[in-house]
């Protein structure tokens, strides 16, 4: 026999699947700091990347100053700027993919919390649907 509030109940959580549970549940295979790590690594790894084409960008652009003057610069400190300013970056980057991921993670969870009560409310109304039979 069809169970109105059942239906409604599915219907609501085949539609949180289909939208909202694309993101949140591959999430919640996750433990948070697992989640977090992984995106703070790809962060810094994208950071280094793009870091790295500027640098060989502005080196390129600027060869025939840089092959002209390379008895004059002191190769030392240029090398320490150079790692000073992509430590800043990295640090800067870490932090602030630290805190996105973060907050995302608890979102998700807060998400699933709502779809988790959906799951039980159903399993209790097939448990009750035994139960009379």
Do not use: C
Not at 34 to 56: N, Q
Not at 83 to 111: E, P, Q, T
């Amino acid at each position: 026999m069809l169970d109105e509030n059942r239906i409604k109940t599915m219907t609501r959580m085949a539609s949180y699947e289909e939208n909202e549970g694309r993101k949140t549940i591959p999430i919640a295979s996750f433990f948070r700091g697992d989640y977090i790590s992984l995106h703070v690594v790809i962060t810094v790894l994208g950071a280094t990347i793009a870091f790295a084409i500027v640098i060989g960008m502005y080196v390129y652009y600027n060869m025939e100053t840089l092959i002209a003057d390379v008895y004059k610069l002191d190769l030392i400190t240029v090398g320490k700027q150079i790692l000073k300013v992509y430590g800043i970056l990295i640090g800067v980057y870490a932090v602030l993919s630290y805190i996105i991921y973060s907050i995302r993670y608890d979102r998700a969870w807060k998400s699933l919390h709502g779809y988790n009560n959906a799951l039980k409310k159903l399993a209790k109304m097939y448990d009750d649907d035994s139960d009379e039979d």
